[in-house]
């Protein structure tokens, strides 16, 4: 029974994430919007990590990166490195494609659609555009740094101007923006 309750506990502490009050943002009630980050010690918190580092990271030549020897848009390749660095058992190489990684997460039982992007969590990946088909529905994905109300906080790969770059961006965490998520596998 006891070894029940270890694994129990375990699988709990993988999933939470930390609700800190915000400072600066408030909810039309007046009450503070909490943050939600990754728990310390999660794997969550070691994609998250893992993103962190990555802040600045420059492409070195047109779709040429470190993420993969593949000189392609690869927002979803340093999306899957993270995850990989972390320990997710992820081969990065396969998710060229950000579409790939909606369809992976669908069949593994880990991805949500946009009617369902409140379970956006820290360690996530969020994907832009209306569906997994074609690059054209499936455009962007990025890593979720954090939380705070209608706002979302992601780390993106293949982004910004000439050269693109690993940067932080906050969107609005909505159906307009995203078509769905994916919590690691």
Known sequence: MLGVLTI???????TVAVLTPSPTEAPSDGTRAPVITAAPGTVQEEIVTAARTELGTEEVG???HA??????????????STWERAGVDVET???????DVYTTGRSRGTAYDSARLEQARPGDVLLFGTGPRTP???RHIGV?????????????GNTGDNPDRVLR????????TFYGGVHPW
Not at 67 to 73: A, K, L
Not at 74 to 79: G, K, Q, S, T, Y
Not at 93 to 99: L, R
Request: hydrophobic share 45%.
């Open 8 to 14: 129990l506990a375990v699988a709990v502490a993988t």
């Open 62 to 64: 047109r779709n040429c």
């Open 67 to 80: 993420y993969s020897e593949q000189c392609v848009p690869w927002c979803a390749l340093f999306a899957m």
């Open 93 to 99: 190489e396969e998710f060229a494609f950000t579409g």
């Open 136 to 138: 054209a529905s499936s």
């Open 144 to 156: 979720v740094e954090k939380i705070r109300g209608d706002s979302v906080t992601l780390i993106e």
């Open 169 to 176: 961006r906050t969107h609005r965490l909505d159906a307009n």
